[in-house]
């Protein structure tokens, strides 16, 4: 379970990012978080592996107080995080399959990984991770060679290697034409219920959130004004939401 008890963030700059959320996520949902530009949606997600630190409240995983961590029990701990962003984050002049790899770089030697030598399971686990998301034909191929949607998708082979108890996706479609968006998104449906791993993702579309999450978070200025399943989203909840602007939102 992931927990917001009463949590804020404040920048440096006295920008506060979120406000006083309180929020559980059981194990298994699927959450599509959803805003405007600048409403706090990365930063929740952030929040949670600690690439952004909390300046009020508690935020718990598994019971486990996330700002408590240091150390090897931080970087232990968000080895059961997978992070996937809007821009892959691949080499791209190496092959798929040394992408996917890169997932099991902390579990090597120095040596090993100094010279890239991985275990014969660690191959398997990759070839595996590659064939759930239906590219393992694209293993031995550059990075570079491959479509938005494939690399986007070799970007969710890479954090399924890491066998991950949480996936966070921070606007994982902004960047694809509408058919591979919904490509990439029945691949975090289809994982998500057959693999039971959590997932929260930051989307600027909403129709794709209402079609594949299950549950919706809405976000105004840093607080959570909707939360609930995705059949009760109605227009008026929308408005409230976006505060009247969803059509400039999109288009923006």
């Given amino acids: 379970m992931i927990e917001f008890d009463k949590v804020g963030k404040t920048y440096p700059n006295g920008f506060n990012a979120l406000k006083d959320v309180n929020l559980k996520i059981e194990q298994g949902e699927f959450v599509a978080i959803i805003g405007l530009s600048g409403a706090g949606k990365s930063t929740l997600l952030r929040t949670i592996n600690r690439m952004h630190d909390i300046t009020e409240g508690k935020l718990t995983v598994d019971g486990t107080d996330v700002m408590q961590l240091k150390g090897k029990e931080l970087r232990r701990f968000r080895r059961k995080i ?14 798929v399959i040394n992408n996917v790899l890169m997932a099991k770089v902390p579990d090597l030697s120095f040596i090993r990984a100094l010279f890239g030598i991985y275990p014969k399971e660690d191959r398997l686990a990759a070839l595996e991770a590659l064939d759930k998301v239906g590219i393992l034909d694209k293993a031995f191929v550059r990075a570079d060679q491959l479509s938005g949607g494939q690399q986007q998708r070799v970007a969710l082979a890479r954090t399924l290697a890491q066998n991950p108890q949480i996936i966070l996706a921070d606007e994982p479609v902004a960047s694809l034409d509408p058919v591979t968006a919904k490509q990439v998104m029945e691949d975090f449906q289809r994982i998500n219920k057959e693999m039971n791993i959590t997932i929260l993702l930051n989307i600027h579309h909403v129709e794709l959130a209402l079609t594949y999450a299950s549950r919706v978070v809405g976000i105004r200025a840093g607080q959570i004004v909707y939360d609930g399943p995705v059949s009760d989203v109605n227009e008026e909840i929308l408005n409230n939401i976006y505060e009247g602007k969803l059509e400039q939102e999109v288009a923006g």
């Fill in 82 to 95: 997978g992070m996937i962003f809007q821009s892959f984050n691949l080499v791209t002049r190496t092959k």
